[in-house]
């Protein structure tokens, strides 16, 4: 059973950074994407970034250029470097991985952006 294991995120003062991680446990193949949501209070979970393997990368147009998405293979790991964080950043950020027609989704970690 594959299961998303999220780590990174907290409290982070307006210009600064952090990087969320997420990892893939159990036998996974077949990957197409892997990517990035968040849902802010009051809102819908939203995609962010998604990178479509093998390097091509989407981003959603507000964190253009400060959040990069990447992998590393060998881990089964996608990471998000968020930079330049806004207060309009502040969510819950989900990880998830298409991957042999199914959807596999992290259970989420909080980024909070205030000083």
């Known amino acids: 059973q594959v299961q998303l294991v999220q780590s990174g995120g907290g409290l982070v003062q307006p210009g600064g950074s952090l990087r969320l991680s997420c990892t893939a446990s159990?036998?996974?193949?077949?990957?197409?994407?892997m990517g990035w949501y968040r849902q802010a209070p009051g809102q819908e979970r939203a995609s962010v970034a998604v990178l479509i393997l093998p390097e091509r990368t989407r981003y959603e147009a507000s964190v253009q250029g400060r959040f990069t998405v990447s992998r590393d293979n060998d881990k089964n790991t996608v990471y998000l470097q968020m930079n330049e964080l806004k207060p309009e950043d502040t969510a819950v950020y989900y990880c998830?991985?298409?991957?042999?027609?199914?959807?596999?989704w992290g259970n989420g970690t909080l980024v909070t952006v205030s000083s």
């Open positions: 159990g036998s996974i193949v077949d990957i197409v994407t």
């Open positions: 998830t991985i298409r991957a042999s027609d199914m959807d596999y």
